[in-house]
């Protein structure tokens, strides 16, 4: 009864690819969101959606895309990957009223 | 946008010791102060939380402390124990700013046995 997934748990690519990493939350929460944690532990958010709308947007480059097929669901798609976007990825999630947010246990990524 | 500063980066206390962590915001909107506790090669997860309209709770070992006017709040640990040993992040949010949390750059805790 896992709350909050991710897939894959470990993904090592090349340079120049595109790659996706997979969320679901069973919790039945209205928001949902991507951040990445790099070698120094720092927790930066990425994307939040609320209700299938992105809501926030940080400075993130154009090459991170998030898709949410319905409200269970925020997959992260990486384009043209760069040596710099080795990190962990955490997805969460969380409801709109309540604020405490619910971490996946993250994906580590790491581009060669 | 919210600024939230953290300290220490790194505490090292002895078993049974107390250890303090300070953080401070700066946006006088945030009303939501969660705590999170993240183990080595794990995720983050939830230890306390406070709201601004709350100065002090507590939870066993655990207490968080708001101070609205001074923009900073603090997590205490006390007796501490090995288990313990982890890495803190606090965090600001705002509950009309889409619930948005914006954390503090983490505190390496350790007990020492």
């Known amino acids: 009864d896992t709350a909050v997934s991710q897939t894959p748990k470990y993904l090592v690519t090349q340079m120049g690819n595109d790659k996706s990493i997979k969320c679901e939350q069973n919790l039945g929460h209205d928001t949902m969101y991507w951040y990445k944690q790099d070698s120094k532990k720092f927790l930066k958010i990425m994307f939040s959606y609320n209700n299938k709308e992105l809501i926030i947007n940080e400075t993130v480059p154009n090459r991170f895309s998030p898709k949410s097929p319905d409200k269970a669901h925020l997959n992260l798609h990486i384009n043209s990957l760069e040596l710099g976007d080795s990190a962990v990825y955490f997805c969460a999630s969380s409801l709109s009223t309540k604020g405490e947010q619910f971490f996946g246990p993250g994906t580590r990524l790491t581009v060669l | 946008g919210e600024n939230v500063e953290q300290h220490p980066s790194t505490l090292s206390v002895q078993e049974g010791d107390s250890a303090v962590i300070k953080c401070t915001y700066s946006d006088s909107a945030s009303n939501y102060f969660p705590w999170y506790k993240q183990e080595l090669g794990k995720r983050p997860q939830l230890i306390i939380d406070?709201?601004?309209?709350?100065g002090e709770k507590k939870d066993q070992r655990i207490a968080v402390t708001l101070n609205k006017t001074a923009k900073h709040f603090s997590l205490h640990i006390t007796e501490t124990q090995p288990e313990d040993s982890a890495v803190y992040f606090c965090?600001?949010?705002?509950?009309?700013?889409?619930?948005?949390?914006?954390f503090g750059t983490g505190t390496s805790l350790t007990v020492i046995p």
């Open positions: 965090a600001a949010s705002r509950k009309d700013g889409g619930n948005q949390f914006y």
């Open positions: 406070i709201r601004s309209n709350v």
